[in-house]
């Protein structure tokens, strides 16, 4: 059973970066693609940006394209979310998931077989 913990976000104002990490146990991260979703309130969870397992290839969310970059270090067992020009409606509880259906990056949540506890990001105006 595979367990994630995310850590890294906080309270920041617009145009600042923030670094999410994304820690797994009880597994070997190189064998799941892996994929950071989050959800603000009142809103449906969303997809922000997927890997593969390899690290090799990535895929995201129009709106994040260029300002978030998604990346791992399997030999850490860790995969990180780096946020920047950081906007209000960027403001949600960010989850890290890991998938292991397929080695591609994957946008669909319903994919995912393991899910972190999720680590809120704000950003202020």
């Known amino acids: 059973q595979v367990q994630l913990a995310e850590s890294g976000g906080g309270l920041v104002q617009a145009g600042d970066s923030l670094r999410l990490s994304c820690a797994a146990s009880?597994?070997?991260?190189?064998?799941?693609?892996m994929g950071w979703f989050r959800q603000a309130p009142g809103k449906q969870r969303q997809f922000v940006a997927a890997?593969?397992?390899?690290?090799?290839?990535?895929f995201y969310l129009e709106s994040v394209e260029g300002r978030f970059t998604i990346s791992r270090d399997n030999a850490r067992n860790t995969v990180y979310l780096q946020m920047s020009g950081l906007r209000p409606e960027d403001t949600a509880v960010y989850y890290c998931a890991a998938d292991s259906k397929v080695s591609g990056p994957d946008p669909v949540e319903s994919e995912y077989d393991y899910w972190g506890q999720g680590t809120q990001v704000t950003v202020s105006s």
């Open positions: 890997i593969s397992s390899g690290g090799g290839s990535t």
């Open positions: 009880g597994g070997t991260l190189s064998d799941f693609a």
